[in-house]
């Protein structure tokens, strides 16, 4: 993402907060993975979204009509010899220079000059509750300016959550955040195709794991969640991520899985045959989840709400069950009873941008949202036939699921990772192609 986009960013924000507001943003702490050895370090997409800057131990202010700069970062300090063991820090003259900042000063000395900014404003904007430790902080800045009353020192009188702003901005993508999801979904893309050309009974779930993150790391992308990779009855479970099991013979490949890649994720599921075969009865449950797909993408339009993809969905997969026995009973009454609810129990889709599960809300008021140009959603209806006896022997163990990442826009829904193998046809082609 280009540096105008991040400084653009800010201006929109500080022109909804307004003169007296002050936004103060912090990045993603440090996590332990286990003893001294820390998790790979991924910025908070708020702060991220609004700096570009990547570095931990660092917080965001953004002041309106502040005459000496309304941009401020603190960050670390350049230290020759922590950069030796941790890698290079922009430093405040970097933060400056390459990030846009107006003024920059050393996290160090937070405490004792953000209080004195914040005492200028009335209004303060943070993302309340997300950081345990950066609340008490925040607490603390206020009650420095608190203690100072009696002196004349003004304190702010509102806290404002910044989420309704930030994550309402976030929810609508620019041009240049479509084409970064669609380079994001088509590294997913690759790594999808790949796991379907090497697939062959004997392998274990893991081995087709590491299709993805070698594909992925290979397009500098790291996964944007823990890949489901359910041969089977694991197909079955909907967050299943042991990956540890042997694909047998006869059994279908539910795969979900996706990358991020310069801070955008993908997001893709397909379910393909191990044996390079469907079987009928797989076939026919792949193709009611291909038919609800395909009718959700068509409601994933300008102007409708955000449950009517997911309303064609339920229409679709409650036909379908019914027509191969399934179910029992009129289509109405089905839909109304909510009876696919024991087969289909999860939504048609969620926002997808910076996170997976993105920010933004589904409803408003009490009325779903009205789906508008920028916003991008996965589709990825889904059928579930686990072991039980209630289900005819030959769809047991059946678990499909689709899964595609969508663009909303003024010419119709615009599928970001589009060139991947769904036709049943197609995809034992490929995967005989192998
Ligand atoms: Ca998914």
Not at 233 to 245: D, G, P, Q, R
Not at 329 to 337: F, N, Q
Not at 390 to 419: C, M, Q, W, Y
Request: net charge negative; glycine share 8%; with cysteine.
């Amino acid at each position: 993402m280009n540096s105008k986009e991040f400084e653009r960013r800010r201006r929109q924000l500080m022109s909804m907060v307004g003169e007296g507001g002050i936004v103060i943003i912090p990045t993603a702490p440090v996590r332990t993975r286990s003893r001294d050895v820390e998790y790979n370090y991924r910025q908070d997409s708020d702060f991220y979204y609004l700096t570009g800057f990547p570095e931990p131990q660092a917080v965001a202010v953004l002041v309106p009509g502040r005459p000496n700069g309304e941009y401020l970062l603190f960050c670390r300090e350049k230290n020759p010899e922590r950069e030796l063991w941790d890698g290079l820090r922009a430093g405040q003259g970097g933060a400056v220079s390459d990030y846009g900042a107006d003024d920059a000063f050393p996290i160090d000395d937070i405490d004792d000059i953000l209080p004195g900014i914040m005492e200028s404003c009335s209004r303060v904007y943070y993302t309340m509750g997300m950081y345990a430790d950066f609340d008490k902080r925040m607490a603390e800045w206020v009650n420095t300016l608190r203690s100072k009353l009696s002196r004349g020192v003004h304190s702010p009188q509102e806290f404002v959550a910044l989420d309704h702003l930030l994550h309402d901005m976030r929810l609508y993508k620019s041009r240049g955040e479509i084409s970064a999801m669609r380079k994001s979904a088509k590294v997913s893309v690759a790594a999808h195709k790949r796991a379907m050309q090497v697939t062959r009974p004997g392998m274990f779930e893991y081995e087709v794991e590491a299709e993805f993150r070698h594909e992925f790391r290979r397009n500098n992308a790291w996964v944007s969640y823990s890949p489901i990779v359910g041969g089977g009855k694991n197909a079955c479970i909907l967050h299943y991520v042991e990956n540890n099991a042997e694909l047998q013979d006869g059994d279908l490949l539910l795969i979900d899985a996706g990358c991020e890649l310069d801070y955008y994720a993908s997001d893709i599921t397909r379910t393909f045959p191990v044996s390079g075969r469907f079987s009928p009865e797989q076939r026919a449950i792949y193709e009611i989840v291909l038919q609800a797909q395909d009718a959700a993408i068509e409601k994933t339009v300008v102007g409708n709400h955000w449950n009517d993809p997911h309303d064609a969905a339920v229409k679709t997969i409650t036909k379908g069950l019914r027509k191969l026995g399934l179910i029992e009973g009129t289509l109405p009454r089905l839909i109304k009873d909510g009876a696919y609810q024991q087969y289909y129990m999860h939504r048609t889709g969620h926002w997808i941008g910076m996170d997976v599960h993105d920010v933004g809300d589904y409803k408003v008021g009490d009325e779903w949202r009205v789906l508008e140009n920028g916003m991008v959603t996965t589709v990825e209806p889904g059928i579930y036939l686990d072991n039980s006896r209630k289900i005819p022997k030959a769809f047991r163990n059946i678990g499909v699921r689709i899964e595609d990442d969508v663009a909303i826009t003024s010419k119709g829904p615009d599928v970001l990772s589009k060139g991947l193998a769904r036709d049943p046809d197609d995809i034992e082609a490929l995967m005989h192609s192998r």
